[in-house]
């Protein structure tokens, strides 16, 4: 098993900035990708961004250059840090990675930890 463990989501004013850390925890496993995705209510959990264990990133459209991903490969940590956020940017903010053992890969997905942003 691979455990995920979030930490930084808050309550933000709108053009604040907040920084999510999310460290992956686990014996026998390769972590490979990394990323977060949010849910808001009424919404479909959407990707926020990814990031390969070599550094190549992906973001969702809505990012725009607000957002950075990071990745400390030493410490299976991936961090994203938010800029200029938006009241539609309130969210479950969820951390995921791809975990291999041998053949098998995993995805495995972190509970979630709430950003808020007041206008």
């Known amino acids: 098993q691979v455990q995920l463990v979030e930490s930084g989501g808050g309550l933000v004013q709108a053009g604040g900035s907040l920084r999510l850390s999310c460290a992956a925890s686990?014996?026998?496993?390769?972590?490979?990708?990394m990323g977060w995705y949010r849910q808001a209510p009424g919404k479909q959990r959407e990707l926020v961004a990814t990031?390969?264990?070599?550094?190549?990133?992906n973001y969702g459209e809505f990012v725009k250059g607000r957002f950075t991903i990071a990745r400390d490969n030493a410490k299976n940590t991936v961090y994203l840090r938010m800029n200029n956020l938006k009241p539609e940017d309130t969210a479950v903010y969820y951390c995921?990675?791809?975990?291999?053992?041998?053949?098998?890969?995993?995805?495995?997905w972190g509970q979630g930890t709430q950003v808020t942003v007041s206008s």
């Open positions: 686990g014996s026998g496993f390769t972590i490979n990708a």
């Open positions: 995921n990675c791809n975990a291999d053992r041998g053949t098998i890969s995993i995805r495995y």
């Open positions: 990031i390969t264990s070599g550094g190549n990133t």
